[in-house]
């Protein structure tokens, strides 16, 4: 019909655009028909709803017209205005994949999400909420999204959280630059080593101060936290990045007594808690200290990675800091997403995902520790049960540099736990890390 | 049927806690059954969606059952798990207005939304990008929208914008944080005396150290700010707030020949630029020295304050820094919201949207220096024909207190220029600031 040829992750504007083409280049000439919305959203197997937009973006901008009971036309455009822009505007976008297995990155399987579910509470939090959508949403966030996060909380870790104590922020970076401003630039961040580099360059970037601290087989070195001169540390207890050190008790314990003793800080980021797929999870550090650690989490691991919706809870010192600086300002997060996720939360939505999700990564864990079982004593797996991830010792390997290697020559996109250094250290070498959050069974049967 | 009282700001979360309330409580008995979605939909004078929600997550949490063809009943719920939980959650809402007419906050009129526009082109790309939507945003933003902020500034203000040098953030406070992070915490940031509050404690909030320099009738005092060893200038040339200068164009090359000289950035808040009522717009900062200017503008004023969604166009030396900075972070705005607001810069939406609101400020204007002619020689109207505020002299008054005073024994609420001052400064005494953007006719007729 038209010789349509549609970018599918965005099939309106590529629709408009190409039309629009033709219409400028003469290949659709002035007062030519154009086909029916529904026969070419048949052709191109696309929605109406898709041509729809298309065309009365093409209405809006004068390059076609309607006529009432004879359709859609083409219009003379002898001058257009605006001209046609030919400027690249994909500069920023990925490059081509060179490798088959990604277990750098790792973002959740796209067809986990329950995106029919998730479409209709948004349709129904549009129709439910209506002009209310527009308000100013209050600086911390949605007071029923903050609500049905402290019901989950309760539910799934037992924490007893008052509402009000919840912010709402757009994913971890901007939570971290929250935290800066509470605590403030003076003060020295503690970060452990190894970790992800995001943590120390966010931290970085927002002004403030940091120091590595070691990581060992039971979470960060306190001793060396303690001699640090650090106010204030991030941790990961229930799973930490990359190293996989789960922090026992005893040692959760003594990091809140360094926290009283100095009267700083602890930042339990809980990135990935809701994956442990064996045993039960320990206490979290907040319900242990609540005065002095603030409880870090976000939903890019378990909804989807452009869902930049995080949350924190404050202590009550640090809450009431947070509104004598923040109370002037809205709330970063649309109403929106803050209410479409409510209604996922309340209604159970969340919970049953998870539960999915976790079935899912059983079965990509079991196929994958078999494959490394293949190595025999080439490979040491240690896995603690939680996460996202396990570390892989190769003690025959001659270097970090040439794990990588023979894992690109397989078209495996991997990292070395030495790859998350954020200062000097030993003895980490010869581990890779699995992150096994991106694969999916027909990846794994390629391995 | 069942005595409810709903929040209708909040209609379906009121409805199902209430019915919750009303289980736990026994008022609705084990076994009882509740009326259909449709019944109390029209009991209640809401949508049935709205009904439908509230079961469904009285039905997930365990409080009611569903029997085929019979309808819902209630559940015996001998220990609520979780227990209902009384914390108030309201405590950051807004207190009771005690004014009725407020000129200091001033948000656009809730009823000049195009709400159901904007209803209908949100579904439209719910269903139009479908799954596509979870995807991670490039870091500067989903390339649609910026390419239709492109065609916008092309249309509207005949600037020539490299799509790819537009970086979309959640608001202007979330933009100076950016700029902040490009430009570095060790440069001094210039800020206009007096301005709005919030700019110069952004920059202190965000670790940059910031400067006063006066601004006068023709925009920021040019010789001040070179002695002030800053090396950026944050300033709003079209329609300075409160004192509503409109910086000629000689003074802006003064300002970009100043910038030249020390290697520094202006940057262009252009944030009520829409609303030039009389008269044709003055050459941007921007159009005048790309390679200096940070241009920024938001969509708080002309779309609603609740729309964290806003812009900047990066010269090209800093959008390179902006890349290498932030190219492994994820956009910080959801897709979602780019998408749809893409679709009404496309459609033609957003400058039908203007054009309703210009005229509309227009007629509060006339009615409001109608008002103010009234009252004859105590008062001086300074009156630009830019942006949504005006500047009136009450040379007669005593002081600004005396005149705030006034009116709020009138029920105004209002601030005076000196409220606005960022460092000491006179001669600005006796200047009220009236904003008359959150005005509607009936409260000006109560004036």
Same mark, same amino acid.
């Given at each position: 019909m038209l010789d349509l040829n549609l970018d599918l992750k965005n099939k309106y504007y590529s629709l408009y655009s190409q039309i629009r083409g033709k219409i400028l280049s003469g290949k659709i000439k002035a007062g030519e028909k154009l086909p029916s919305k529904r026969a070419l959203a048949e052709e191109l197997g696309v929605s109406v709803t898709t041509v729809q937009l298309a065309y009365e973006q093409l209405l809006a901008e004068g390059y076609i017209c309607s006529r009432e009971r004879s359709g859609y036309f083409a219009e003379r455009v002898n001058s257009p205005e605006p001209p046609p822009r030919n400027q690249?505007?994909?500069?920023?976008?990925?490059?081509?994949?060179?490798?088959?297995?990604?277990?750098?990155?790792?973002?959740?399987?796209?067809?986990m999400f329950p995106f029919s579910t998730w479409a209709r509470l948004m349709r129904l939090v549009l129709a439910d909420c209506g002009e209310h959508l527009l308000e100013r949403v209050p600086c911390g966030g949605d007071p029923e999204l903050k609500q049905a996060i402290s019901d989950y909380l309760y539910r799934s870790r037992g924490l007893d959280v008052d509402p009000r104590h919840i912010i709402i922020g757009a994913g971890a970076e901007h939570l971290y630059d929250v935290v800066i401003k509470l605590l403030g630039r003076d003060k020295i961040f503690a970060v452990e080593n190894p970790s992800y580099g995001k943590i120390s360059s966010s931290y970085a970037l927002g002004?403030?101060?940091?120091?590595?601290?070691?990581?060992?087989?039971? =979470? #960060?070195?306190? %001793?060396? /936290?303690?001699?640090?001169? !650090?106010?204030?540390?991030?941790?990961?207890?229930?799973h930490q990045f990359p190293t996989g050190a789960v922090t026992p008790v005893s040692v959760r314990l003594k990091i809140t007594e360094w926290a009283n003793s100095v009267g700083g800080y602890v930042i339990e980021d809980d990135y990935d808690s809701e994956f442990r797929l064996s045993g039960k999870p320990l206490q979290n550090m907040f319900g242990l200290c609540p005065s002095r650690v603030i409880y870090m989490n976000t939903f890019s691991k378990t909804l989807a990675p452009s869902m930049r919706l995080g949350y924190m809870v404050l202590p009550p010192e640090l809450y009431n800091r947070y509104i004598t600086l923040f109370s002037s300002s809205a709330n970063i997060v649309p109403l929106?997403?803050?209410?479409?996720?409510?209604?996922?939360?309340?209604?159970?939505?969340?919970?049953?995902?998870?539960?999915?999700?976790?079935?899912?990564?059983? =079965? #990509?864990?079991? %196929?994958? /520790?078999?494959?490394?079982? !293949?190595?025999?004593?080439?490979?040491?797996?240690?896995d603690s049960g939680s996460g996202l991830h396990i570390i892989v010792k190769f003690p025959?390997?001659?270097?970090?540099?040439?794990?990588?290697?023979?894992?690109?020559?397989?078209?495996?996109?991997?990292?070395?736990?030495?790859?998350?250094?954020?200062?000097?250290?030993?003895?980490?070498e010869k581990r890779a890390v699995i992150n096994y959050s991106g694969l999916t069974a027909e990846i794994l049967e390629k391995l």
């Open positions: 690249s505007v994909r500069s920023e976008s990925a490059q081509k994949e060179k490798f088959f297995c990604d277990m750098v990155k790792g973002n959740t399987p796209a067809h002004g403030a101060k940091w120091v590595a601290v070691n990581v060992g087989e039971k =979470g #960060i070195d306190v %001793t060396q /936290l303690a001699n640090s001169g !650090a106010h204030a540390v991030h941790i990961s207890p229930a929106f997403e803050q209410k479409a996720l409510a209604a996922m939360l309340n209604g159970g939505y969340f919970e049953r995902l998870l539960s999915r999700l976790k079935n899912y990564y059983r =079965g #990509i864990r079991k %196929t994958l /520790l078999e494959k490394l079982f !293949a190595f025999g004593g080439d490979c040491e797996v240690s025959r390997a001659q270097s970090d540099a040439q794990i990588k290697e023979r894992a690109a020559e397989l078209g495996v996109n991997l990292k070395c736990v030495s790859d998350y250094l954020i200062a000097p250290r030993t003895g980490l």
